[in-house]
């Protein structure tokens, strides 16, 4: 049997990929995948990361840069916003974090 999914009282069967929009008022979508100054930005993010000399704090930062791929990857605006505060305190303030934040609309 093949995957079978609802959009309000449609069903849609079959995989379900690319280019997908769903219109709703109070759906925002955004594409990551084909923005590589997003790409960059979070691997600066991971370098930077990488590049903490105390283990623990490292471990920490590291794991927070998963968090905010995710996130991204989910278009998860308000984990996005909370985990680049975290980020933040954690390896200063980078280009990188001000390039996610403007690109989810989280900085003027």
């Not at 923005?35 to 920490?60: C, G, P, T, Y």
């Not at 989910?74 to 980020?87: A, H, P, Q, S, Y």
């Amino acid at each position: 049997m093949g995957d079978k999914r609802k959009a309000g009282n449609i069903d849609i069967k079959g995989n379900i990929s690319g280019n997908i929009a769903y219109q709703s008022d109070y759906v925002t979508q955004t594409n990551i995948n084909n923005n590589n100054e997003v790409k960059k930005a979070l691997e600066e993010i991971i370098r930077h990361a990488k590049q903490i000399e105390d283990d623990s704090e490292r471990s920490q930062a590291e794991l927070n840069t998963e968090i905010l791929r995710e996130a991204v990857e989910r278009n998860d605006v308000d984990k996005i916003k909370t985990v680049l505060g975290l980020l933040r305190n954690s390896i200063g303030t980078i280009s990188a974090l001000t390039t996610i934040a403007k690109f989810f609309g989280l900085a003027p």
